[in-house]
């Protein structure tokens, strides 16, 4: 059975950094493009990045290029998020996710399998 597992969430100041992980399982990551949806409190889910098998990233999100980078190892099945500078406005609920596809798909919500989420909340 597939599995996507998120971790590294937390509480974390304005400016700061974190990065989250994900374990996939149950699954060939290298068939998959992966990537991060996120859902603030009282919003729609949203794309945030995705990383294509050969490694290009897509941003659904205009707000976080520059400052979120994604990174993927298939052979230890597992993709990183790394995010820097951020602010409240990040604050979510960030699900990992695939698509059925190797590339990234043009728009986020044909990312259609998801973990449980980690929270990320910036605050001071």
């Known amino acids: 059975q597939a599995q996507l597992k998120e971790s590294g969430g937390g509480l974390v100041q304005p400016g700061g950094s974190l990065t989250l992980s994900c374990a996939a399982s149950?699954?060939?990551?290298?068939?998959?493009?992966i990537g991060w949806l996120r859902q603030a409190p009282g919003k729609e889910r949203e794309g945030v990045i995705c990383i294509s098998n050969n490694n290009s990233t897509t941003y659904y999100a205009d707000s976080v290029k520059g400052r979120f980078t994604i990174s993927r190892d298939n052979a230890k099945s597992t993709v990183t998020l790394q995010m820097d500078r951020l602010n409240p406005d990040d604050t979510a609920t960030y699900y990992c996710?695939?698509?059925?596809?190797?590339?990234?798909?043009?728009?986020?919500?044909?990312?259609?399998?998801w973990g449980e989420g980690t929270l990320v909340t910036v605050s001071s």
């Open positions: 996710a695939t698509a059925s596809r190797t590339i990234c798909p043009r728009y986020y919500y044909a990312m259609d399998f």
């Open positions: 149950g699954l060939t990551l290298e068939r998959y493009a």
